[in-house]
């Protein structure tokens, strides 16, 4: 998943990759920074930076949009439409409001990195779901997301299994921005590309459409032992 972007200033490499060194030798509360350093390094500067750097915890930070974009209590929503009875669009008090259910299982990425027992809580999107109330032609879920960028798709099937969360919490702390938050999705059984960071879109459909990651190649069914993401090895 290579990003493109302008040439990266050594002084920049070198001084966040010593952020990142400090933050596994460290611990969570500097690798908690290092997220907030990730994002306005990226918002400033949008050189590509973060798919080249560890993030807290072993994570690594992918965008596929110029720069990692900001939504907060004030200006977040997220809609859920499309071949629904109803349309409905929910804020980040109203998405905490309804059930939460919490995962932890081991994140692991397609490009080889992997982050086990990592937590992650929000609401079921199976419950989204049956609030919308979806209609019988429909055969599968979009997402889409602020970025502008970035989308994904999951059958209704696939969308309505107890281990598919619309994520509020990661690691027991509210998303941050370089995470995707506030609001991701959390596909547990699959690669880590199915979780859409910075989630704005539900919109149910009639079939799956590829999102991003798969315009270049990547599974649409990618579960993890499966698939190994590249569309020529899908089992």
Known sequence: MEQKGAPVGRRVILGVLGLGAAGVALGS?????LDTVLSEVSSKDPTGVTGLL???GGFRFY?????IPHRGESDYQLKVSGLVDKT???????????????LVRDVQCVTGWRVPKTPFEGVRLSHLLDLAGVRDEATAV??????GA????LTLKQAR???VIVALKMDDKAVTTAHGGPVRLYVAPMYFYKSAKWLSGIEVTKAVEPGYWEHYG?????????SNGRSDDAT
Do not use: I, N
């Open 29 to 33: 509360r500097v690798q908690g920074g």
């Open 142 to 147: 979009r997402f889409t997301c602020f970025d």
């Open 88 to 102: 409905a669009t929910y804020s980040l008090a109203d998405l905490r409001a309804l059930p939460q259910t919490k």
């Open 54 to 56: 560890p993030g807290g």
């Open 161 to 163: 299994r107890a281990d």
């Open 63 to 67: 965008s596929v949009s110029a720069s």
């Open 218 to 226: 990547y599974d649409v069914d990618a579960w993890v032992g499966r």
């Open 150 to 153: 970035y989308s994904e798709s």
